[in-house]
């Protein structure tokens, strides 16, 4: 089991900054790798992005390149989000998740994540 703990939420302007951090616990943090997704209400859950465990492989959507930049700390068990340029549409509840596949094949796939965190909402004004 692991288990995934996000924190870093809040409200923030448009073209403001927020940091997402995903807290783990459990079996070998360093053997997964970690994706971020979110769900605006009344939507799907979306990928956001997903780092490989090594760090050296990272995926993003295409609505978040250019203004978004995941990492993790493997020490420190943690895998962070750091969000810029923050827009309204940006709104939603951010969601961890952890998997052992490969992400080449399986990092915009739910369905892939095994382990997943209760989330952290975002909220931006306009």
């Known amino acids: 089991q692991v288990q995934l703990v996000e924190s870093g939420g809040g409200l923030v302007q448009a073209g403001g900054s927020l940091r997402l951090s995903c807290v783990a616990s459990g079996r070998t943090f360093s053997n997964y790798a970690m994706g971020w997704f979110r769900q605006a209400p009344g939507k799907e859950r979306e990928f956001v992005s997903a780092?490989?465990?090594?760090?050296?492989?990272?995926y993003y959507a295409d609505s978040v390149k250019g203004r978004f930049t995941i990492s993790r700390d493997n020490a420190k068990n943690t895998v962070y989000l750091q969000m810029n340029s923050l827009k309204p549409e940006d709104t939603a509840t951010y969601y961890c998740?952890?998997?052992?596949?490969?992400?080449?094949?399986?990092?915009?796939?739910?369905?892939?994540?095994?382990?997943w965190g209760q989330g952290t909402q975002v909220t931006v004004s306009s």
């Open positions: 998740a952890a998997t052992l596949e490969d992400l080449a094949l399986w990092a915009t796939q739910s369905r892939a994540y095994a382990y």
């Open positions: 780092i490989r465990w090594s760090g050296g492989n990272i």
